[in-house]
């Protein structure tokens, strides 16, 4: 099975769906990667802000930061291997990497509430 590493720059969340404006692109790989977890595929994501030492502990994320800067992020890695520097991939990338038709990966999140107006 494919594994695919996401190594984000540092921010206050990754969806996009915070602070002054929305980021379109962010929102997009926030959904691609939510319906490839739903799935059960190997897909993780890692924010420089909350997850430090996913990117210390990782030998070719190291070297790029050490090598570009952190202006270098975002970058993804595919079985351990720089496949994306300074872009997120796209979901023709993501469709490849799973075999699964990009369509697909444009799902929206659901959210089910449940309102009980009898309640007193």
Not at 2 to 31: H, Y
């Amino acid at each position: 099975m494919v594994k695919v590493e996401i190594f984000d720059p540092a921010m206050c969340c990754s969806t996009g769906v915070c602070g002054p404006s929305i980021d379109p692109e962010l929102t997009r790989v926030a959904n691609a990667v939510y319906t490839l977890e739903k799935r059960g595929f190997d897909i993780s994501r890692y924010n420089l802000a909350n997850d430090p030492g996913a990117f210390a502990d990782h030998e070719v994320i190291n070297r790029i930061l050490h090598d570009e800067g952190p202006d270098a992020l975002p970058v993804t890695l595919v079985d351990g291997k720089q496949a994306a520097v300074g872009k997120y991939p796209s979901n023709e990338d993501f469709s490849k990497w799973f075999e699964v038709p990009a369509e697909e990966l444009n799902e929206k999140r659901k959210v089910r509430l449940t309102l009980d107006i009898n309640k007193k």
